[in-house]
C-alpha cells in the first residue's frame, strides 16, 4: 500500500498521510482548514515489515483503508526540569 505525505506548513510537525495522492476530498473541512496550506514531502509504500520513525505503520494502513487518510501530529513535549538530573541541590 502506498501513501502519500504532506506537511502542514500551518502546524509545525504536522504530517498527512493520503491513500491517493493529492485526494482531500476525505478530510473533514474542519481539519483541512487547521492544516492549511500543504506540501507534498514523500511517497512511501507501507509493506509490511515497513518502518515508520513516529508512527505504527499498521495503524496508518488500517486509517489510510477506513478514512483515506491519517494525520501524525507531534510528538509531545515534556517539561525538561521534571526530569532527575542526579543533582540534590
Sequence with gaps: MHAFVYKSLKKANT????AARDDFSRLPEPLR?????????????LVPGRKLALEDPDVVRTNLVSRGFHMQFPPSMEDPMTEDWGTDA
Design 33 to 45: 482548514t487547521q492544516l492549511g496550506a500543504l506540501q507534498f514531502v514523500l511517497d512511501v509504500d
Design 15 to 18: 504530517y498527512l498521510y493520503l
